[in-house]
């Protein structure tokens, strides 16, 4: 018989190992390389709370007021095909952004800036103006790594409570479902949570983090084109889902 813990994180994992408008948030933010700590942090520890709640038997009152989850249900199904429509808007008319290029143009290059020297300059002039040129090519190449809109910490941290509490399959799976099975281990329950917790935390912070290890195929614009566009039709199809009738 698996330990309360082992079989905390096995469930842990086995229900937030999908697809879903959450993963696909943090996924994305880890691409782009931005607030991945914040948004890591906030997918855990909302994680922890929702299922601290199901473990001391929150879900049992919740299911006393069914009302809730119903509007619960339409909230979340309006804000994902919101999201989604971002996303498609994205996807038609694409910022240019990448994880990584090079420069281009004009000045592109140490090289073609020695070459452009006329020959009647001395080489301390040669040498200045390379290293300005180098110097400028380094910025190129940095500007051209950060995707070219930056947003602020406080919208991504809303966006991503509102991905997390907004969504019914949350209170069904970590509240009801989760903290029913963490229950039947008895005095043992808080340690299936501390499994599921750890599972929380695991996951997140490894989509977060290792989403960067993605970026060799996001380099271009198109890409990020193709990733927006998926983005779009998971999200809508999610938000449709929500108040289609089961």
């Given at each position: 018989?698996?330990?309360?813990?082992l079989?905390?994180?096995?469930?842990?994992?086995?229900?937030?190992?999908?697809?879903?408008?959450?993963?696909l948030?943090?996924?994305?933010?880890?691409?782009r390389?931005?607030?991945?700590?914040?948004?890591?942090?906030v997918c855990?520890?909302?994680?922890?709370?929702?299922?601290?709640?199901?473990?001391?038997?929150?879900?049992?009152?919740?299911?006393a007021?069914?009302?809730?989850?119903?509007?619960?249900?339409?909230?979340?199904?309006?804000?994902?095909?919101?999201?989604?429509?971002?996303?498609?808007?994205?996807?038609?008319?694409?910022?240019?952004?990448?994880?990584?290029?090079?420069?281009t143009?004009?000045?592109?290059?140490?090289?073609?800036?020695?070459?452009?020297?006329?020959?009647?300059?001395?080489?301390?002039?040669?040498?200045?103006?390379?290293?300005?040129?180098?110097?400028?090519?380094?910025?190129?190449?940095?500007?051209?790594?950060?995707?070219?809109?930056?947003?602020?910490?406080?919208?991504?941290?809303?966006?991503?409570?509102?991905?997390?509490?907004?969504?019914?399959?949350?209170?069904?799976?970590?509240?009801?479902?989760?903290?029913?099975?963490?229950?039947?281990?008895?005095?043992?329950?808080w340690?299936?949570?501390?499994?599921a917790?750890?599972?929380?935390?695991v996951?997140?912070?490894?989509?977060?983090?290792?989403?960067?290890?993605?970026?060799?195929?996001?380099?271009?614009?198109?890409?990020?084109?193709?990733?927006?566009?998926?983005?779009a039709?998971?999200?809508?199809?999610?938000?449709?889902?929500?108040?289609?009738?089961?």
């Amino acid at each position: 018989m698996l330990s309360p813990v082992l079989a905390g994180l096995g469930l842990g994992f086995s229900l937030i190992i999908a697809i879903g408008a959450q993963n696909l948030f943090v996924l994305r933010q880890g691409l782009r390389r931005e607030h991945v700590l914040a948004v890591a942090a906030v997918c855990a520890i909302s994680d922890a709370v929702l299922i601290a709640l199901g473990v001391s038997g929150v879900g049992l009152v919740l299911q006393a007021v069914p009302w809730l989850v119903v509007v619960v249900r339409w909230a979340g199904a309006l804000f994902l095909v919101a999201y989604g429509l971002l996303a498609a808007r994205r996807a038609w008319r694409p910022s240019g952004q990448t994880l990584g290029g090079e420069a281009t143009g004009p000045g592109s290059s140490a090289h073609d800036a020695h070459e452009s020297v006329p020959p009647g300059r001395t080489h301390a002039g040669e040498a200045l103006e390379a290293g300005a040129s180098a110097s400028a090519v380094r910025s190129d190449v940095r500007t051209a790594a950060t995707p070219a809109a930056h947003a602020r910490l406080l919208p991504v941290l809303l966006t991503c409570l509102a991905l997390t509490w907004l969504n019914p399959h949350v209170y069904l799976d970590t509240v009801f479902l989760l903290g029913t099975v963490a229950n039947t281990h008895g005095d043992s329950r808080w340690l299936f949570a501390a499994g599921a917790m750890t599972a929380s935390v695991v996951w997140f912070f490894g989509l977060a983090f290792g989403a960067r290890l993605l970026g060799r195929w996001l380099s271009t614009p198109r890409a990020w084109r193709i990733l927006d566009a998926v983005i779009a039709v998971v999200m809508i199809a999610l938000g449709v889902s929500l108040v289609l009738p089961h």
